[in-house]
């Protein structure tokens, strides 16, 4: 075999070699990436969510209080106002869903799905844990949700969530005595579940990979054929013999 056939088989090899690094290391940053983008996403909307409910309760619960003595206002209930508000959002972004899952809700549209339940689950278990990341498989698609727990902080939730005939008549009116009651101070009664959808972001990111490894390629082939036109002129055509 001539210097330059082992040559040009050297280089080649580290062609290939280089690019299945290359590939693979694109490929997972780009996914760390994609998963962090995602993440990052599912936190801010989990703390707008939490905005909604301080925003509920330091100015519209004084606002109505006058209101709220004669007929029940779930407006002034911060889990109802930070629901609400981001069922709307997700009308404009499908697949973004903000949920205040329970284990014993007082609205049943709150109530844990057994995936949910699994995590508040692990939060009870666990009250050091602040955000639990996990991803699903749905019929929807692959989606990723970050949790935070939703924990009694105070006696002040006991007023409606301790016993029906504590809670105000007009709230038992509306939402029943079965349901969201017997919580008590510290315990963790639920989890602040925010999903957002995989499937765009997976899409984006291979589009990215693809680009970036044929423009990688592109480059790693000029640079073979520069190589290759220098050794031309360098080491010249092995010559015929007789
Ligand atoms: C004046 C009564 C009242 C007080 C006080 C109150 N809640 Fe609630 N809470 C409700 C009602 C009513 C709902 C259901 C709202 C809806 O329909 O979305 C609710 C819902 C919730 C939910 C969503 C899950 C569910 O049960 O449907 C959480 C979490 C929650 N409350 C936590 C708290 C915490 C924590 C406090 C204290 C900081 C508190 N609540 C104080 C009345 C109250």
């Not at 962090?36 to 606002?63: D, F, K, N």
């Not at 209101?67 to 029940?72: I, K, V, W």
């Not at 959002?89 to 903000?98: A, D, Q, R, V």
């Not at 666990?126 to 970050?146: E, F, M, Q, W, Y």
């Amino acid at each position: 075999m001539g210097v330059r056939t082992k040559i040009n088989l050297g280089l080649l090899a580290a062609f290939v070699l280089g690019t299945g690094m290359l590939g693979s290391f694109a490929w997972n940053a780009i996914q760390q990436n994609a998963r962090a983008e995602l993440v990052r996403e599912a936190q801010m909307i989990t703390a707008q969510a939490s905005a909604i409910r301080g925003y509920t309760v330091t100015e519209i619960q004084p606002l109505l209080a006058e209101q709220s003595r004669t007929r029940f206002l779930p407006h002034t209930i911060p889990a109802f106002a930070a629901s609400s508000t981001e069922r709307d959002f997700s009308k404009g972004y499908p697949g973004y869903i903000y949920k205040e899952a329970a284990l014993n809700p007082t609205n049943p549209g709150h109530r844990a799905t057994p995936a949910e339940t699994a995590i508040i689950n692990d939060f009870r278990k666990d009250a050091a844990l602040k955000s639990i990341i996990r991803t699903l498989d749905t019929p929807d698609g692959p989606v990723i949700s970050v949790s935070r727990p939703l924990k009694i902080g105070n006696k002040a939730c006991l007023i409606c969530h301790s016993t029906p005939d504590v809670a105000p008549a007009s709230m038992v009116d509306v939402y029943g005595s079965e349901n969201g009651y017997g919580w008590s101070v510290d315990e963790t009664i639920g989890a602040q579940i925010t999903t957002v959808p995989m499937r765009a972001a997976e899409e984006r990111a291979r589009e990215l990979f693809i680009r970036f490894m044929t423009g990688a390629a592109g480059i790693y082939g000029v640079a073979l054929l520069l190589v290759g036109i220098i050794l031309h002129f360098a080491v010249g055509t092995p010559k015929a013999t007789a």
